[in-house]
């Protein structure tokens, strides 16, 4: 994979987008409603219209191959760039890269507060580029402005929380009954090079959820984020070659999860695999990576319930559960997707939240009036729409007025179903979109049923000021986070992962860093 001069790469790019039928003379049409508004930086234009290859061993360089991936900005259906979708054999450069740049005395006998001092300085760059980081966001994926700016503010809190443990990071001495007199203690050690393959609901935060814990125990990372949406990663990367981490230590590689995410899961210079996304991939993963005992955590689906006692503010609940389920359109895999309201009070609730979702203007991420931004994706809008039109043809009611919604960009109305229940697709299988499903229950032994009827569990709520009622439920909730009066809150400092088929292992906390850490047992007899 040689490097490419600017020169070239762009007469690269250009012929790509030629062949596949891209107009060059479309793109800069897609900042004409922004332009107007003056919304967009003059550097976020020029990020997304230069030609993109992938980062490795230091270096910016683009496939040897003619094979690229076109990405949409969602709102206008047009398409912003392509990126490379790599060769198998390219893959494996970036792994050698990154086997390089862990054996590298310069990366590996780092000292931790030096590591920790790289990681500030990153944060720092995050922090200065915030609003240009933001709006590529907003372009790439579709979301809100406003999510997007709250998301950088997320993920610069874990930077810097994270970089607080690169010092922190110790074994123990333990007192053994073997015979004499011995001396045992573990050390801890980086488990080596890790892929961090992302979803496309979440692409920064996501980039750095798998990157920062995996550098502050001293491994090296190879990204690959999702084909939709590869363009905050890419961005990031540039950052963090600016604060200093030698060649090699990150690599952000981009293609399908088919072709470029399958080589990454089963090459063998790879220690240990952080997936977030789908259950169905990450079962694929899993299988993969146990074919090299690779180490493997997975953040996978999930179909979260909120359950709603009589006694709870209903004010309180009708704003939460909507928020919980129409944030971020939907796509967020701890979304409140089934709610789970007592039959005294489910009408009104009912009436709150389809009130709120019919109230929702549908716009661009970049309009200050969006209440509701685009879906990533066409094939994704299909499916979406596909799951509401099975359920409704399978008896659920619709509580809200909107339902297919026309035009270029990839919009789902925000919806809301009732009258379903758990043998329905809509109750089973996660969505993924603004779509939420109601039932009402009696007492609260049906309540716990109904919550737990799931193969997913990663999050859940509950919604009541009887706390007798909520310490009684919470250990019976099969969920790995539980929220109460509230849901989807989340912190850098506090664990983040799901039972069942929602996944295994932790993001976030203390937790995360064991997942990129191995254990070493040493004996010295001292006799």
Same mark, same amino acid.
């Given at each position: 994979?040689?490097?490419?001069?600017?020169?070239?790469?762009?007469?690269?790019?250009?012929?790509?987008?030629?062949?596949?039928?891209?107009?060059?003379?479309?793109?800069?049409?897609?900042?004409?409603?922004?332009?107007?508004?003056?919304?967009?930086?003059?550097?976020?234009?020029?990020?997304?219209?230069?030609?993109?290859?992938?980062?490795?061993?230091?270096?910016?360089?683009?496939?040897?191959?003619?094979?690229?991936?076109?990405?949409?900005?969602?709102?206008?259906?047009?398409?912003?760039?392509?990126?490379?979708?790599?060769?198998?054999?390219?893959?494996?450069?970036?792994?050698?890269?990154?086997?390089?740049?862990?054996?590298?005395?310069?990366?590996?006998?780092?000292?931790?507060?030096?590591?920790?001092?790289?990681?500030?300085?990153?944060?720092?760059?995050?922090?200065?580029?915030?609003?240009?980081?933001?709006?590529?966001?907003?372009?790439?994926?579709?979301?809100?402005?406003?999510?997007?700016?709250?998301?950088?503010?997320?993920?610069?809190?874990?930077?810097?929380?994270?970089?607080?443990?690169?010092?922190?990071?110790?074994?123990?001495?333990?007192?053994?009954?073997?015979?004499?007199?011995?001396?045992?203690?573990?050390?801890?050690?980086?488990?080596?090079?890790?892929? +961090?393959?992302?979803?496309?609901?979440?692409?920064?935060?996501?980039?750095?959820?798998?990157?920062?814990?995996?550098?502050?125990?001293?491994?090296?990372?190879?990204?690959?984020?999702?084909?939709?949406?590869?363009?905050?990663?890419?961005?990031?990367?540039?950052?963090?070659?600016?604060?200093?981490?030698?060649?090699?230590?990150?690599?952000?590689?981009?293609?399908?999860?088919?072709?470029?995410?399958?080589?990454?899961?089963?090459?063998?210079?790879?220690?240990?695999?952080?997936?977030? +996304?789908?259950?169905?991939?990450?079962?694929?993963?899993?299988?993969?990576?146990?074919?090299?005992?690779?180490?493997?955590?997975?953040?996978?689906?999930?179909?979260?319930?909120?359950?709603?006692?009589?006694?709870?503010?209903?004010?309180?609940?009708?704003? +939460?559960?909507?928020?919980?389920?129409?944030?971020?359109?939907?796509?967020?895999?701890?979304?409140?997707?089934?709610?789970?309201?007592?039959?005294?009070?489910?009408?009104?609730?009912?009436?709150?939240?389809?009130?709120?979702?019919?109230?929702?203007?549908?716009?661009?991420?970049?309009?200050?009036?969006?209440?509701?931004?685009?879906?990533?994706?066409?094939?994704?809008?299909?499916?979406?729409?596909?799951?509401?039109?099975?359920?409704?043809?399978?008896?659920?009611?619709?509580?809200?007025?909107?339902?297919?919604?026309?035009?270029?960009?990839?919009?789902?109305?925000?919806?809301?179903?009732?009258?379903?229940?758990?043998?329905?697709?809509?109750?089973?299988?996660?969505?993924?979109?603004?779509?939420?499903?109601?039932?009402?229950?009696?007492?609260?032994?049906?309540?716990?049923?109904?919550?737990?009827?799931?193969?997913?569990?990663?999050?859940?709520?509950?919604?009541?000021?009887?706390?007798?009622?909520?310490?009684?439920?919470?250990?019976?909730?099969?969920?790995?986070?539980?929220?109460?009066?509230?849901?989807?809150?989340?912190?850098?400092?506090?664990?983040?992962?799901?039972?069942?088929?929602? +996944?295994?292992?932790?993001?976030?906390?203390?937790?995360?860093?064991?997942?990129?850490?191995?254990?070493?047992?040493?004996?010295?007899?001292?006799?």
């Amino acid at each position: 994979m040689p490097y490419l001069e600017s020169l070239e790469l762009q007469n690269h790019v250009a012929d790509s987008l030629l062949r596949h039928n891209y107009n060059l003379d479309d793109l800069p049409d897609i900042f004409t409603q922004v332009d107007r508004e003056n919304i967009l930086l003059d550097s976020v234009k020029a990020f997304i219209a230069k030609p993109k290859g992938c980062f490795i061993g230091g270096e910016w360089m683009h496939s040897d191959t003619d094979s690229v991936i076109p990405v949409y900005e969602p709102f206008t259906g047009k398409v912003l760039n392509v990126i490379p979708n790599l060769s198998v054999s390219e893959v494996d450069e970036a792994v050698v890269a990154a086997r390089k740049a862990f054996a590298n005395p310069e990366w590996r006998g780092m000292k931790p507060m030096a590591r920790q001092a790289m990681l500030l300085r990153l944060s720092d760059l995050v922090e200065e580029n915030a609003e240009q980081l933001a709006q590529i966001e907003s372009l790439d994926n579709g979301k809100s402005i406003t999510g997007a700016r709250a998301e950088l503010s997320s993920a610069i809190n874990h930077i810097r929380y994270m970089a607080g443990w690169c010092s922190k990071i110790e074994g123990k001495v333990n007192t053994v009954s073997a015979s004499g007199q011995q001396h045992a203690y573990t050390l801890k050690e980086p488990v080596g090079v890790v892929a +961090g393959i992302i979803p496309w609901n979440f692409p920064l935060v996501m980039a750095v959820w798998k990157i920062i814990p995996a550098l502050v125990t001293g491994c090296t990372v190879i990204l690959k984020p999702a084909e939709q949406t590869p363009l905050s990663a890419l961005r990031l990367a540039e950052l963090i070659a600016e604060a200093g981490f030698p060649k090699g230590v990150v690599n952000v590689i981009t293609g399908t999860g088919v072709q470029v995410g399958a080589a990454l899961a089963s090459h063998p210079g790879i220690n240990k695999i952080a997936f977030t +996304g789908s259950t169905a991939v990450g079962k694929s993963i899993g299988k993969s990576a146990m074919e090299n005992i690779t180490r493997v955590s997975l953040e996978l689906g999930g179909k979260s319930p909120l359950i709603v006692f009589a006694d709870a503010d209903i004010d309180k609940v009708i704003k +939460g559960a909507a928020n919980a389920i129409f944030y971020n359109q939907g796509q967020v895999c701890c979304a409140g997707s089934r709610l789970y309201i007592h039959r005294d009070i489910h009408d009104k609730v009912v009436a709150g939240i389809a009130a709120i979702a019919d109230s929702l203007t549908l716009a661009s991420g970049l309009d200050a009036s969006c209440g509701m931004a685009p879906l990533v994706s066409k094939p994704h809008q299909l499916r979406v729409n596909g799951y509401i039109a099975q359920g409704l043809s399978e008896g659920a009611k619709l509580a809200t007025k909107r339902s297919i919604v026309e035009g270029d960009g990839y919009f789902v109305a925000p919806t809301v179903l009732t009258d379903t229940h758990n043998a329905m697709a809509v109750v089973r299988e996660e969505i993924f979109g603004p779509v939420l499903v109601v039932q009402a229950f009696e007492d609260e032994e049906e309540a716990l049923r109904l919550a737990n009827d799931s193969s997913y569990g990663l999050g859940a709520s509950i919604w009541s000021n009887d706390l007798t009622r909520v310490h009684r439920l919470i250990p019976q909730i099969e969920a790995g986070v539980v929220w109460v009066n509230t849901h989807n809150l989340g912190d850098p400092s506090q664990p983040f992962g799901g039972y069942k088929q929602s +996944g295994i292992g932790r993001e976030q906390g203390r937790e995360q860093l064991d997942m990129f850490l191995e254990t070493k047992s040493v004996w010295i007899d001292l006799n």
